[in-house]
T-cell receptor, first 114, second 111 residues
C-alpha cells in the first residue's frame, strides 16, 4: 500500500528550463512533506520541506507547492542545471519530520541535459 | 561538523551469518532512524531510537532484526542469520529538529 506515490520514474529536461517533479499521497494524517535528492552510492540529501499549514515554500532555485485538497505536492527547479541530475524522493510524515518516521515515494530520476 | 557516519560502507555475508551495521549520528543529535532501500524502491522505515530507548519499531521484521542506541557509542542494526532477501542498502538518519539527515548507507550483500 503506497502512501506516497511518485508516478514518473524519470524526467529529462534541458539545462536552463524548469523541472517539475510531482508527488501524490493518500494518508490525510500527513502534515509535513520533504524532498530529498540522492546521488548513486550516497545517502539522501535534504533539499526542502513544507508544512501542511503552507501552500508554498521557496529556497533559491527550489520551490515546493502543496495542494492539500488534492493531496498533491510538486517540486519546481528553476533554472535546471546539469548538477541537479539525481534521483529525487518525496517523503511525508505525520509530525514535523524530526521525530516521526518518514514515508518515501519510489523516486524520480531527473536528468538535466547540457 | 561531521555528518552522519555509517560503517562499514559495504558488507558481504553468507547466508546464515550475522550482519552488524553501525551508525554514528551528527553531533548533538539524539534521534536515530534506520531505513532500508531495496533495488528500484524508495526507502522504507525500520526503527526509530533515542538514547537507550526504542521509540518506534513498527517497520522492523519480527524476527532476526534488532536495533539499539546505547548511552555511549553508535547505534547498531543487527541482522541475525541473514538471507538473500536481506540484500539492500541500509541508511541511518539522525535529527534534532524537523529534518532528518542521512548517512551514506551500508550496502549489504548476502551470498
Amino acid at each position: 500500500d503506497q502512501q506516497v506515490k511518485q508516478n514518473s520514474p524519470s524526467l529529462s529536461v534541458q539545462e536552463g528550463r524548469i523541472s517539475i517533479l510531482n508527488c501524490d499521497y493518500t494518508n490525510s494524517m500527513f502534515d509535513y512533506f520533504l524532498w530529498y535528492k540522492k546521488y548513486p552510492a550516497e545517502g539522501p540529501t535534504f533539499l526542502i520541506s513544507i508544512s501542511s499549514i503552507k501552500d508554498k515554500n521557496e529556497d533559491g532555485r527550489f520551490t515546493v507547492f502543496l495542494n492539500k485538497s488534492a493531496k498533491h505536492l510538486s517540486l519546481h527547479i528553476v533554472p535546471s542545471q546539469p548538477g541537479d541530475s539525481a534521483v529525487y524522493f518525496c517523503a511525508a510524515s505525520e509530525g514535523q519530520g524530526g521525530s516521526e518516521k518518514l514515508v518515501f515515494g519510489k523516486g524520480t530520476k531527473l536528468t538535466v541535459n547540457p | 561538523n561531521a555528518g552522519v557516519m555509517q560503517n562499514p560502507r559495504h558488507l558481504v555475508r553468507r547466508r546464515g551469518q550475522e550482519a552488524r551495521l553501525r551508525c554514528s549520528p551528527m553531533k548533538g543529535h539524539s534521534h536515530v532512524y534506520w531505513y532500508r532501500q531495496l533495488p528500484e524502491e524508495g526507502l522504507k522505515f525500520m526503527v526509530y531510537l533515542q538514547k537507550e530507548n526504542i521509540i518506534d519499531e513498527s517497520g522492523m521484521p519480527k524476527e532476526r532484526f534488532s536495533a539499539e542506541f546505547p548511552k555511549e557509542g553508535p547505534s547498531i542494526l543487527r541482522i541475525q542469520q541473514v538471507v538473500r532477501g536481506d540484500s539492500a542498502a541500509y541508511f541511518c538518519a539522525s535529527s534534532i529538529t524537523n529534518e532528518q539527515f542521512f548517512g551514506p548507507g551500508t550496502r549489504l550483500t548476502v551470498l
